[in-house]
């Protein structure tokens, strides 16, 4: 499809756009709270919030972080926040499967407590994480740990979620292990993948974000890959907006890959971060947030994402709290239907 002239939309898609709201940053507001309490955090370590699940004299911590996302940020879709506790982190299969249970069954408590509020229930997305290092620049399919190790986490969470997420993932190679592991052992349960994005637009494999698309979603003469489950949503997440644009960009250009987005109802979706981009030496979660990027900011994201390419998956990773989610609740709710996409899912 040709690109539309500056001002003139295309026609309202028949696929609905229903605009649906992430919550934002876990990990790292977990992580300052626990310093804040001075609870034997060490400030050097990476593994973020993972003693907000392993003790459980923190689970508190987590429970109201995720309700603050879900009533003054009126989230529809919160994630568990299980994301460091892996054993790419020194951590036991014992320690995952307590982790992921926790962490499922705090965040399905803050749904039912607030369920009443509106006549909506918001969604739980069970954490899939890369099993090893994220951010890591080049093709990591010859380092791939065994997907068995998905199955510890697939097991804990699945009683108290909705849906699983394979997110800041770097590489198709990486979701194909996430989807196949949710194929074998949750199938029944829908499947998203997110991927990080590169200062260029790429995802770390070098991969553009249609080659990633036309890899998960085509129908190939590959026996594995036929009998794979799709996705159902494809994500973009703890990147700079920046970035997550020349993604969205190669996406909307492509229009193959529209159409396989429309023909397989795959809806796409973006969290961006608030950090700078990843230096090779892995530097950025430690620099202060990116001041300049403020709600209004990733508002305005949000719009052009949404309007410009049919994104309905919008929320924020690292760095984004409370009050940047409900500032996209309050601009964006109730909008979609009256949004037509110029983008991926307009025909
Ligand atoms: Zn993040």
């Known amino acids: 499809m040709a690109t539309l002239p500056s001002g ?32 034997g955090v060490d400030a050097n370590e990476r593994e973020w919030s993972a003693p907000g699940l392993l003790d459980e004299t923190n689970h508190h911590l987590v429970y109201d972080l995720h309700l603050q996302f879900l009533q003054a940020g009126r989230a529809d879709v919160i994630t568990t926040c299980n994301f460091s506790v892996r054993q790419q982190n020194g951590f036991s299969d014992a320690q995952v499967r307590f982790a992921c249970d926790a962490a499922g069954r705090l965040a399905r408590e803050a749904v039912k407590a607030t369920a009443g509020h509106d ?55 990486e979701a194909e292990q996430v989807l196949d592991a949710v194929q074998l052992k949750c199938p029944e349960k829908p499947c998203w993948v997110s991927f990080s994005i590169t200062k260029t637009g790429t995802l770390y494999s070098g991969e553009s974000a249609s080659q990633a698309i036309g890899k998960l979603l085509s129908v190939t003469d590959d026996i ?102 409900r500032a996209l609740s309050t601009a964006l709710k109730g909008l979609g239907s009256t949004i037509p996409s110029s983008g991926a899912s307009s025909s």
Not at 306 to 311: D, L, M, R, S, W
Request: hydrophobic share 35%.
């Open 119 to 173: 006549s909506s229930v918001a969604m739980v997305a069970g954490s899939l994480p890369p099993l090893l290092e994220c951010f890591r620049q080049g093709p990591v399919t010859g380092r791939l740990r065994p997907e068995s190790e998905y199955w510890s986490m697939i097991e804990s969470l699945a009683p108290f979620c909705d849906l699983f997420l394979g997110e800041t993932l770097s590489s198709t190679a």
């Open 8 to 39: 003139v939309r295309s026609p309202a898609s028949s696929f609905p756009l229903h605009i649906r709201i992430l919550d934002g940053g876990m990990g790292d507001e977990i992580y300052k709270q626990l310093l804040k309490k001075e609870s």
């Open 224 to 325: 594995s890959a036929t009998h794979r489950i799709r996705p159902s949503a494809i994500l973009f997440n703890c990147s700079s907006p920046e970035a997550i644009t020349i993604a969205l960009e190669n996406i909307s250009h492509n229009e193959g890959c529209r159409d396989l987005l429309k023909s397989s109802r795959c809806e796409l979706g973006v969290y961006p971060n608030r950090y700078r981009p990843v230096t090779q030496d892995w530097e950025t979660l430690a620099q202060a947030p990116r001041g300049e990027l403020t709600p209004e900011r990733l508002v305005e994201f949000a719009r052009y994402c949404a309007q410009n390419h049919g994104v309905t998956l919008i929320g924020g990773c690292c760095g984004i709290s409370v009050e940047y989610i």
